[in-house]
């Protein structure tokens, strides 16, 4: 009973899907979806290959009301740059919410989780930052370094940004790349802490199994994103900061006690806040964000499936004529 | 970086892989990688949806010496019937394993999982059922029902089947499937008890959730397999039965555990016989088999990673050419 299928690539969701408000909106009606009950997401499927310095993640969910679901499989082989490939690639497989049919395969090689990943901060952003940011610091210098700033400038048009990483000339190229992306100044920060003291938005887009982010850094009317721990071994923020902010909150408080900075805060004993709000659950007002221009708040992005689904259901409902149908 | 990607259709794939001995021959190998160890396989990502009526399972496994490791997506939406469309569907994804890209869709519709889940009845069947083999039972008549038959005559050429089902029209059915197919008498049989006494090889093929055949049913110089249970509320021997047999093996110990027959068993307690022996350990000779013509075997398979990794390696190094490329 072959029907059809639609193939999408790389290059043309690229041409089709844009880190903009758009996307923004999409990430936020997922998250505030999650929110409102009924969604089903699995725990992660991860698979460790050590013997190929490799590893791959699926993630799924069924959001209520939508069509589809996606299912998205993350890989990521840290041998790939000496082949000159990246590391990270992938693909999103979308279903028929209603007869489980694959309806459409996105072959976007990790674009749209990176575009995916890079809204979900400007969600966060949008909810939990102070009104006004003039300067925005990003902690980090890889691809997420750039679209969370992009991200973030959607909602917050900050006018000067700040980048620090472990490696000066990454810093550098990074910020270079942002002062002409965004058309603002963007300078390299060789200290982080006063990155942190010059910005009222921070995100953090690092691998980092030890803080980068001191709890004593923090200051009144600071937002700060933490959205590079994603596993069971890394650490951006300082565990005692999450208790230190106004308010912590977590895409998903079940993910963010295994893969994110919770973690850390749990096994260490500072975290003393119960059960953390959730991002859905500030946007749709049952839990309180950002309750002062003083406040500090921090959020803690692992990626969740909702978000695959809400982007790859968005990708066939907007664009159902592009790419290639194959009838299977 | 855009690559080619191989898209084969279900199709294409009926045309190229036949439940046959070279795809037994595929599955063995697959089995008897899992023996030697060094096979990362996490366990199956399972999303339930009540609401619509439906279930989603992802499996995968990366074997060393595979070029290739796939993931698998199946689902089952039990109202699809009403819609005139299967109810299980699904498809196969193969990425390199050196780096991680992806390689192949299979757009199978579950028509690989159909024939691997078969094929590995058929690597049971060779293993552990007496070399002579004339009457074959099936306790079920669904797609499993033939194929299992067709799978275990590959290997143990019977010259009689009998099977029972619940609904003896569909018995009927079957049988006369299987007469045609194989070219062999087949006859429907309303007493499972008497189905049992006549084979030297049955097979259970059923979604029950209680017994279908009974631990006092056992005689010597039987074998059955038992490929029913892959859920923790499915059951199809009599939990007795299990340390009746001489043999119990597993497809995989940790998933018998706890979606195969041995969970009832050890749930009960009539499991008595420490960590079961696993079919890939009999095929390497790890373990041992069937003991004697008069033994009494027992084989419980759940479905596993290696099995999809491997049918798709192979449809994808055997067939470089089949279905479409897509640049991506």
């Known amino acids: 009973m072959a029907h059809d299928i639609q193939i999408i690539t790389e290059a043309e969701l690229r041409g089709i899907v844009k880190l903009d408000l758009t996307t923004v909106d999409v990430i936020e009606a997922a998250f505030a979806a999650l929110a409102r009950g009924g969604v089903v997401m699995p725990p992660i499927m991860s698979m460790e290959l050590e013997a190929m310095h490799g590893e791959v993640d699926a993630k799924t969910a069924f959001i209520p009301g939508f069509d589809s679901f996606a299912l998205k499989v993350s890989t990521g082989f840290y041998g790939n740059a000496k082949l000159g490939l990246p590391s990270l690639n992938g693909l999103m497989v979308l279903f028929s919410a209603k007869t489980g049919r694959v309806e459409a395969v996105l072959l976007d090689n990790g674009y749209l989780t990176d575009v995916r990943t890079a809204a979900a901060g400007a969600v966060a952003a949008r909810h939990l930052a102070p009104e006004v940011v003039e300067t925005a610091g990003v902690i980090g210098t890889g691809l997420q370094a750039r679209l969370q700033a992009e991200a973030a400038h959607l909602v917050r048009p900050f006018t000067r940004v700040l980048v ?19 058309g603002i100044g963007a300078e390299a920060v060789d200290d982080p802490a006063s990155l942190v003291a010059e910005s009222q938005l921070v ?21 700060v994103t933490a959205m590079g721990s994603d596993a069971d071994y890394k650490n951006e923020i300082d565990p005692a900061a999450l208790s230190r902010a106004d308010s912590y909150v977590c895409d998903r408080v079940s993910q963010c006690e295994s893969l994110g900075e919770l973690r850390t805060a749990l096994a260490t004993g500072l975290w003393t806040g119960g059960t953390p709000a959730e ?14 221009p003083d406040a500090i708040t921090i959020s803690d992005l692992t990626g969740t499936g909702v978000q695959d689904t809400a982007i790859a259901t968005h990708v066939r409902a907007r664009f159902p004529k592009a790419g290639t149908i194959i009838r299977a």
Chains 1, 2 share one sequence.
Do not use: F, N, Y
């Open 279 to 292: 991002l859905g659950e500030v946007i749709t007002g049952q839990k309180p964000g950002r309750r002062s």
């Open 164 to 182: 620090h990483g472990r490696d000066m000339e990454k810093a550098r190229a990074c910020a270079a790349d942002l002062a002409r992306s965004l």
């Open 203 to 223: 995100i953090t887009t690092t691998p980092a199994r030890e803080p980068v982010l001191k709890a004593e850094w923090l200051h009144p009317g600071l937002h």
